[in-house]
């Protein structure tokens, strides 16, 4: 499986970005998808998940603020952000792997296949 983001770029706060993954290979029949981030010095951290039932999950600091939603023909995953805020700043990298866990915990660590991310920079 191979994953490509898209969609990052500079942002004044107050607005709002949609990244997009575009995903090839064939995914497990029970997936779970997610979109982590990580900022220069901190460690990695789970955004938003979706699992194969429609599930989704969110991080507190994102909660309210954003959506993860999956296109099945396309073949890509999503994540819309309002509000932005300078504190996310950071590399966002979507990710795959089966349901369990790490899917319901935002956990990177049971994720298998990584994209190489996108940057998203937001200016006060």
């Known amino acids: 499986v191979q994953l490509v983001e898209s969609g990052g770029g500079s942002v004044q706060a107050g607005g709002s970005l949609r990244l997009s993954c575009v995903y090839s290979?064939?995914?497990?029949?029970?997936?779970?998808m997610g979109w982590f981030r990580q900022a220069p010095g901190k460690e990695r951290e789970g955004v938003a998940t979706i699992d194969s039932e429609g599930g989704t999950r969110f991080a507190d600091s994102v909660k309210g603020r954003s959506s993860i939603s999956k296109n099945n023909p396309k073949k890509t995953l999503y994540l819309e952000m309002n509000s932005l805020r300078s504190e996310d700043t950071s590399i966002y990298s979507c990710?795959?792997?089966?349901?369990?866990?790490?899917?319901?915990?935002?956990?990177?660590?049971?994720?298998?296949?990584w994209g190489l991310g996108t940057l998203v920079a937001v200016s006060s």
């Open positions: 990710a795959e792997g089966r349901v369990g866990g790490s899917c319901f915990s935002l956990t990177p660590a049971g994720f298998i296949y």
């Open positions: 290979g064939d995914i497990d029949s029970r997936y779970c």
